[in-house]
RNA sequence: GCCCAGGUGGCGAAAUUGGUAGACGCAGGGGACUUAAAAUCCCCCGGUGGAAACACUGUGCCGGUUCGACUCCGGCCCUGGGCACCA
């Protein structure tokens, strides 16, 4: 019986749908596992990144059902975003319908592919259904005060007359016109995440089931620091000063300027009659908002002419706006000391400003500052009052002072800034706001939601279409009843993806947000998969929400992932020609065949169809740009979902990044082969009960119910604990391997064969389902192997007699003993000294230590 | 620039708590089967020296701790992710 993955997969996935097998109910008899995989967006096709998240947490999920979980795995899609309105400018077709039928589409690769979704969960966050919910919320918060609006920059197009994205800004250009980019500060909605920074920095210790990793970049982004706000008095202002922040109190000596950024209101009075610095300011409005752009940018500043007092000293001190200081951080202005910041450092040097060093390395005279600032912590000198004192005792010290002259005080910052959260585009959540020229702004009422989005516009790439559309724009003001004009922002799509893993539990609630009994029944989700490009960003956002929710009364956890999986991305090698322009043409790895050095590196390669050189780009993360992509559903048609699956899931543990080879997944697919040939022969002799015991075995049958177990064993722990699914297939090859080279030779051989082959078909089911249900059935079993218990461990099994010691001399290896498994220490160092080869190396010279390590080995440490 | 990861054979990787470096797979080489090919099966496979036994050497680079370091510590180099309007 040959395997033909095509007809066999589309059978089972039959079954499953016709059972309604992943449909999960709330049961309160188990327990319950919500394993949940980041939501795509849906861009059209399945791409590898996606086969490989859902994969992960199909396996996952799989493997909890038969520990016995009552498992929910649900589905859906974050369906706003920026691509469906390039899309529809390029096809003059409408988002809307756009997402709807990439929506369709990748629904049917999803179920290609046999992921166990309960589907009757599915959701799309552009359905009113779901973003009327998140309008509520908003309101909700509107009335709380936890939102607010301002101004802040966008980077504007001055052709397209359009806002534009960080990634839409190339080299300070507009993507479309080319224009040169301009800042444009705007009146936009603020949601207060910084009134939860302390609280979301406090609860990562809680999260025990993430990476460090993630934990670490997410404080970091927080950045709590404490310091001192100082106030500079302003020369020639009475009462007028600046304010800078410092987390290096202990520096205030040495401050040789100050900065403040180049939109300050300071820069702005100052530059009326200051040309230079009216220049300088206008270069400024032509730069990214990106604060990679900004940090990378080269330093430059302008004197503004402005005089401030050193609240200590008294002395003069000079303001300069400069380009790397962001009016939207702290108070948009820093003091700067060269001698101990190497950025200031080098802005000293670039316009001769002084450097004046402050603090001296601990047990050192002297600093030398001549070629770089000194930047670590030490002891104060030429600081007056000040001098001797420790760094770290300086800000309690400089405090005391500048309290008493209240010109400081103490504080705790955050780096972490609030959320900006609206959008000047179409295809996002209507931002539920209205604006009466007589009461003022105010939330849509919650009877009126949701404000529906209009599903048939097509976008010119011209401003907002929401704001030209009169009839969306004008309405009445649910206060006075008078005219009133609609908030035509829409909502950063990360709004949408901050709750959805919540309304999964509750989809089909038209009465609230959320089932409060469904929701406290599944939350907090017990596995979250995902990309690591979201551990700061998406997470974080998910975060918050989660506790806005809870103090709704909506939810009642403090976290909503309790387990995080981090997925690495998938890369493919890629190829590319030049043109004399410069100008990147790239192709497909699948079109070109690679070409190596003597020692195996790739160095070029040429085009299969005309012999055409091409050049090595590297192996990087499959993108569209790059040409790189390989498409999965070609490969399920050519090898069916099992193979790829059991690919995907080998060729490197989840974290990592994974390359893409053909070759690879070739030597799955033989791998499958091979169980299914294995299995069939077994079974063509006829059925028979599966072994139970290694009473009675013989010598080799004892053998391989001993790998059995390991294996089983093994699999278990690298499956439920490690999450390292590749060692796990590997033990899996291994234990296939000793199978087929066992000859069967009696009943007894024959039943301990059926035991082996029904416990490889089981372990592996959770990266081949298909394969293994169709195997299990021809095992001679009945039912869904999904429904089936997870083997158990015989540990009787795993009982040896003897054991192999590795013996080494110096700490290198020089030989193995085998000894009884229950020997004691003082007969197996005879013994491990007694080994010929051993004896060699300590023949003549003086044993001076030995060590025993149960187990694993014998280490003689000899001298002479 | 800042924050966070990663770097082990020709390649993807393994070594779980400091204890046999390279399991498993791919590629490659040799053989069996076949009229032949494919498929399948068996053997070899880090480097250097050696007929072999074996020895030396080897986990990005430099240094340290230890009886023993891929694993721990300090410094450096390279690659990748994130940096608030891609998702």
């Known amino acids: 019986m040959q395997y033909q993955p095509k007809n066999l997969e589309a059978a089972i996935q039959k079954v499953w749908d016709d059972n309604e097998t992943f449909v999960a109910k709330e049961d309160d008899n188990k327990e319950k596992f919500y394993c949940l995989s980041m939501f795509p967006y849906p861009s059209g096709k399945l791409h590898m990144g996606h086969v490989r998240n859902y994969t992960i947490g199909d396996v996952i999920s799989r493997f909890q059902r038969m520990q016995g979980k009552n498992v929910l795995q649900p589905m859906g899609w974050d369906a706003f975003g920026l691509p469906a309105e390039n899309a529809a400018m390029q096809n003059n077709r409408a988002p809307a319908e756009w997402t709807y039928s990439n929506i369709d589409y990748m629904r049917n690769q999803l179920k290609s592919l046999g992921l166990g979704f309960d589907w009757s969960r599915e959701l799309a966050t552009c359905h009113p259904e779901y973003y009327r919910w998140e309008q509520w919320l908003f309101t909700q918060l509107m009335k709380k005060g936890l939102v607010y609006r301002k101004m802040s920059q966008v980077n504007w197009d001055p052709v397209d007359q359009c806002v534009l994205a960080n990634e839409q800004v190339i080299d300070g250009k507009g993507w479309r016109s080319g224009a040169p980019v301009e800042k444009k500060d705007i009146v936009q909605w603020f949601v207060k995440i910084t009134d939860y920074a302390e609280e979301l920095l406090q609860d990562i210790d809680q999260l025990e089931g993430w990476p460090e990793q993630v934990k670490t970049m997410q404080k970091n982004w927080i ?96 303001v300069w706006a400069a380009n790397f200081v962001l009016m939207s951080y702290g108070t948009g202005a820093v003091m700067s000391v060269p001698a101990h910041d190497q950025r200031d450092y080098e802005f000293a040097k670039k316009y001769d400003l002084p450097i004046n060093a402050v603090i001296l390395p601990e047990g050192e005279e002297s600093v030398d500052v001549s070629e770089a600032a000194m930047t670590e912590k030490g002891v104060l000198f030429n600081s007056g009052q000040f001098d001797g004192l420790k760094s770290n005792d300086a800000l309690e010290a400089m405090a005391k002072v500048l309290h008493e002259q209240e010109m400081g005080e103490k504080k705790t910052n955050y780096r972490l800034r609030d959320w900006g959260v609206s959008r000047q585009r179409y295809w996002g959540c209507p931002i539920p706001a209205v604006y009466c020229p007589a009461c003022g702004v105010m939330p849509v009422p919650e009877e009126e939601l949701p404000v529906r989005l209009p599903e048939d516009l097509v976008p010119d790439g011209a401003g907002s279409p929401l704001a030209k559309l009169e009839e969306f724009k004008n309405c009445t003001c649910p206060q006075c009843g008078g005219r009133a004009k609609r908030e035509t922002d829409t909502f950063d799509t990360f709004f949408e993806s901050s709750w959805y893993y919540a309304r999964y539990t509750s989809r089909d609630c038209t009465t609230g947000m959320l089932d409060k009994a469904a929701a406290d029944h599944w ?141 690879g997944v070739e030597g799955c697919s033989r791998f499958i082969n091979r169980v299914w040939r294995q299995v069939h022969s077994h079974v063509e002799a006829g059925p028979v009960a599966a072994c139970t015991s290694s009473e009675g075995l013989g010598k080799d049958a004892k053998a391989l119910r001993l790998k059995l177990h390991e294996t089983l064993k093994k699999v278990s722990d690298d499956m439920g604990r490690r999450m390292t699914f590749n060692t796990a297939i590997a033990a899996c090859m291994e234990l296939l391997n000793d199978i087929s080279k066992f000859n069967v030779n009696d009943d007894a051989d024959r039943a301990l064969m059926q035991e082996a082959i029904e416990i490889l078909v089981l372990i592996l089911s959770p990266m081949t389902p298909h394969m293994s249900q169709s195997l299990w059935e021809s095992l001679g079993n009945d039912g869904l192997v999904v429904d089936v218990n997870w083997p158990d461990v015989d540990e009787s099994a795993l009982v040896k007699s003897e054991i192999e010691l590795m013996v080494q001399v110096n700490g290198k290896l020089r030989g193995k003993i085998e000894v009884a498994a229950d020997a004691d220490k003082d007969s197996i160092l005879a013994a491990a000294k007694a080994d010929e080869a051993v004896q060699k190396f300590i023949e003549g010279k003086d044993l001076v230590k030995e060590i025993y390590v149960p187990g694993r080995l014998v280490n003689l440490v000899v001298k002479g």
């Open 523 to 663: 939350l907090p989700v017990d596995q979250y998969i995902g990309g690591i490009e979201h551990a700061i960003l998406h997470l974080l956002y998910a975060r918050f929400f989660h506790k806005v929710m809870r103090d709704e009364g909506l939810v009642s956890t403090d976290e909503p992932f309790k387990n995080l999986l981090t997925q690495g991305m998938v890369l493919a090698s890629s190829w590319y020609t030049e043109d004399a322009s410069g100008k990147q043409t790239w192709y497909s790895p699948l079109d070109v065949e690679p070409e190596m050095d003597d020692k195996g590196a790739v160095i070029g390669g040429k085009l299969k169809e005309d012999g055409t050189a091409v050049q090595y780009g590297g192996i990087i993360k499959m993108s569209k740009s790059k040409n790189n992509g390989i498409d999965p559903q070609t490969l399920i048609e050519q090898y069916g979902a099992d193979t790829l699956r059991l690919y995907i899931m080998f060729a490197a543990p989840p974290e990592q990044t994974l390359e893409w080879s053909d070759k």
């Open 223 to 318: 950045g709590k620091s404490t310091g001192l706000e100082i106030s500079f008095p302003i020369e020639g202002k009475e009462n007028q000063f600046l304010k800078v922040y410092t987390t290096r109190p202990d520096t205030l000596m040495g401050v040789s300027y100050l900065a403040v950024a180049a939109d300050h209101p300071v820069a702005h009075k100052a530059s009326i009659h200051n040309e230079p610095l009216e220049r300088f300011m206008e270069e400024c409005t032509h730069t990214s908002t990106a604060e990679a752009d900004i940090e990378t940018m080269e330093k430059k500043g302008v004197d503004t002419g402005v005089r401030v007092r050193h609240p200590i000293t008294g002395e003069i001190i000079p």
